[in-house]
């Protein structure tokens, strides 16, 4: 499968919002998610396979600290390893911005993105109660340290 990692642009804002409805129960709306195109303090990805797209991850950065907002892969597109290339991809941005660590929620009986988390490194450091809502439920706050060497 060969598939394009790249940056968001507004003119893929029509399939970001159809993601959001196929994937969340709660979905963001156009101006949340025109909120989260790559700037000074975002970087937003999606990944595109033979012109479809198919997922996408975002991030903000405040300081040295990434705070992954969403991650979303198309139904019809899960289990492809996707979900993996946009942390991978995510991850690898974040270590050139030279942030001491990413961060995110998921929902806590999501046990695949956990383990897909979990193998990108990502450790369980809390959690938030009824965090989520439409079912409500806890969300497992997961994070990933980054070693900085000392200079």
Request: charged share 30%; aromatic share 8%.
């Amino acid at each position: 499968m060969n598939v394009l990692i790249r940056d968001a642009r507004e003119d893929d804002l029509d399939a970001l919002e159809e993601l959001e409805r196929l994937c969340f129960s709660l979905p963001w709306t156009r101006e949340q998610l025109m909120g989260q195109l790559p700037n000074a303090d975002h970087e937003f990805l999606l990944a595109e396979y033979d012109g479809v797209v198919t997922g996408y991850i975002g991030m903000m950065c405040v300081l040295d600290e990434g705070y992954i907002s969403n991650v979303a892969v198309s139904p019809d597109y899960r289990r492809r390893g996707i979900g993996r290339l946009l942390v991978s991809e995510m991850l690898s941005r974040a270590e050139k911005k030279n942030l001491s660590f990413a961060t995110l929620e998921v929902r806590e009986h999501n046990e695949s993105a956990i383990a897909l988390y979990a193998s990108a490194g990502f450790c369980p450091v809390g959690r938030r109660k009824n965090y989520y809502e439409r079912p409500r439920e806890d969300a497992l706050l997961m994070t990933k340290t980054f070693n900085k060497e000392e200079g």
